[in-house]
C-alpha cells in the first residue's frame, strides 16, 4: 500500500512532469553544469519547506565537490562545507520510512557520507526495489542508486556489495530506454573483475565501454568512467608496487 506523498510523486513521474527544480538539478549534475547549479541554490535559498531547504543545501553541495571535476578531473567531496552535508544528512535521519523521494535525495549524495552510513542507507533503500522498478520514475531513480553505490562500494574494496549492485542493476536492464544502464552494468562488473584480477581483457573491456559512451554523446559520463578506472588503476598499480 502507498502512502499519499509516495502516490504523488509516482503520479507526478507517470504525467512526465516530476518537481521543476529536482529535475533541473538532476540536469544540471549529469552534464557537470555549474551554473545551473548555482542558479538552483539561488533559487531555492531562503526556502523554509524541508524538500527545498535541502535541495539548496544539495545544489551547492554538488557545486562545491564538482568544480574540482572541472579544474582537476577529480570529484572531491572533501571541498563540501559541513553545513550542508548535516543539513542532508540530518532531513534523512529524521524520515523513519523512505519514499522515492528520500531514496532520490540519498542516490545524488551518499559520496557525502562514511561507509558505514552509505552501507546502513543502502540497504534501507533496497527494501522497495522490487514495488518501484516497474514504475518508470522509480526504475529510474533505482537504477542511479545502483550505479552510485557501486562505484562507492569499490572505492572503499567492498566488493561484495558491489557485486550485489551489479546483480540488481540486472533486473533493470530491460527495454531499449536502458542501454545506459547495461552499459554501466557492464562498466562496474568489468571493473570488479579488474579490481579482483588485473586482467588485461577486463581492462580492454571497461575502456570499449567508456568509448560507447562518449560516441553516445555521454561526454561527461566518459569522462567520469575514465577518471574512476584511472584512480582505481593507480591505486592498485601503487599497492603492487
Not at 509516482?10 to 516530476?18: F, I, K, R, T, V
Not at 518537481?19 to 549534475?29: G, T, V
Not at 551547492?60 to 572533501?78: N, P, Q, W
Request: some cysteine; glycine content about 4%.
Amino acid at each position: 500500500m502507498l502512502d499519499t506523498e509516495e502516490f504523488l510523486f509516482l503520479l507526478q513521474s507517470l504525467e512526465g512532469s516530476p518537481p521543476n527544480y529536482w529535475s533541473l538539478y538532476e540536469e544540471a549534475s549529469n552534464q557537470n553544469n555549474l551554473d545551473q547549479l548555482l542558479a538552483i541554490y539561488h533559487a531555492t535559498k531562503g526556502a523554509t519547506d524541508p524538500l527545498n531547504v535541502v535541495l539548496n543545501a544539495m545544489a551547492l553541495a554538488r557545486y562545491e565537490a564538482m568544480k574540482s571535476f572541472s579544474d582537476k578531473g577529480i570529484v572531491e567531496h572533501a571541498n563540501i562545507s559541513p553545513k550542508n552535508k548535516d543539513t542532508i544528512t540530518s532531513y534523512l535521519n529524521k524520515i523513519q520510512t523512505w519514499t522515492l523521494k528520500e531514496i532520490q535525495i540519498y542516490t545524488n549524495t551518499m559520496g557525502y557520507l562514511s561507509l558505514e552510513q552509505q552501507r546502513i542507507y543502502f540497504k534501507n533503500a533496497l527494501k522497495k526495489i522490487d514495488h518501484y522498478r516497474h514504475f518508470a520514475w522509480g526504475k529510474k531513480i533505482y537504477a542511479i542508486l545502483l550505479i552510485n553505490s557501486c562505484g562507492n562500494f569499490i572505492a572503499h574494496e567492498d566488493f561484495a556489495l558491489a557485486t550485489e549492485c551489479v546483480a540488481h542493476l540486472d533486473t533493470l536492464t530491460e527495454g531499449t530506454e536502458s542501454a545506459i544502464y547495461r552499459l554501466y552494468q557492464r562498466y562496474f562488473e568489468q571493473l570488479i573483475r579488474y579490481c579482483l584480477s588485473q586482467s588485461e581483457k577486463s581492462e580492454a573491456h571497461i575502456l570499449s565501454v567508456i568509448s560507447t559512451l562518449e560516441s553516445l554523446d555521454y561526454v561527461f559520463l566518459s569522462q567520469q568512467c575514465l577518471s574512476f578506472f584511472k584512480q582505481i588503476k593507480n591505486k592498485k598499480s601503487n599497492t603492487r608496487g
